[in-house]
């Protein structure tokens, strides 16, 4: 990757962010920490206005917006075949909304890129298992738990075919062994818990904050290893 795509690649990644680390970007850039106090200092010096906050890291100032200006038929082909992981795996709202979102994306594409992804689109087909259909009502749900801190509700049947109200305090969505999980704080239990949706019998929104102070980051739940 040359300088020029290096430092377009970097504002993007720091207007999808809140904060972005000098370390993060050396990870995602595989550059050194140096070279991206370089690239940081060069955008600013060409008029972008990125500011630094301690312990949290790299910001674009609230205001500034960069149109996308293009994107390669890899890019847009990468978009298409997720367009079809959608569709397959998630609720009837989240296709909604990505289709929305990849309809202005191709609107910037050129001409011949239209008529690429559109042949690509036509030439996927995804075929999921029924197992899988029945969990895509409750993932609307708890993403709003997620992303407002806001408590579940929900009757649980576990492997044993014991049945259980439960609250919980989800930290993240999981999809592994053809099914979707959430991982979340159980109150009954005081500890992280896994519960796989399909054996969700139902499910709310409480309307309360959540009550642990902190939860651990998603990545650091420990998922089975042999599943």
């Avoid at 972005?20 to 995602?28: I, N």
């Avoid at 806001?150 to 305090?169: D, P």
């Avoid at 054996?199 to 089975?224: D, V």
Wanted: a positive charge.
């Amino acid at each position: 990757m040359n300088r020029i795509d290096r430092l377009f690649g970097i504002l993007t990644l720091l207007q999808s962010k809140k904060f972005v680390t000098a370390e993060q970007l050396s990870d995602r850039f595989e550059i050194s920490v140096r070279t991206v106090y370089r690239d940081i200092k060069a955008l600013g010096e060409s008029g972008i206005p990125i500011s630094f906050e301690p312990n949290k890291g790299y910001f674009v100032v609230q205001g500034y917006f960069l149109s996308p200006i293009a994107f390669t038929t890899e890019e847009a082909n990468a978009l298409i075949l997720t367009e079809s992981l959608v569709g397959g795996f998630t609720d009837k709202s989240t296709q909604t909304h990505f289709g929305t979102a990849l309809t202005k994306v191709k609107t910037v594409l050129k001409t011949g890129q239209k008529e690429q992804v559109n042949h690509l689109s036509s030439s996927i087909r995804l075929q999921v298992p029924e197992c899988i259909s029945q969990e895509f009502n409750y993932l609307p749900i708890i993403q709003e738990s997620i992303t407002k801190s806001v408590q579940l509700e929900l009757g649980y049947l576990n492997f044993k075919e014991e049945s259980s109200n439960r609250t919980i305090e989800p930290i993240g969505l999981v999809f592994y062994a053809f099914s979707w999980h959430v991982i979340g704080w159980c109150h009954l239990r005081q500890a992280y818990r896994d519960f796989k949706l399909s054996r969700i019998g139902q499910l709310r929104l409480t309307g309360k904050a959540f009550e642990k102070k902190e939860h651990i980051p998603l990545g650091e739940y420990q998922l089975p290893v042999n599943y």
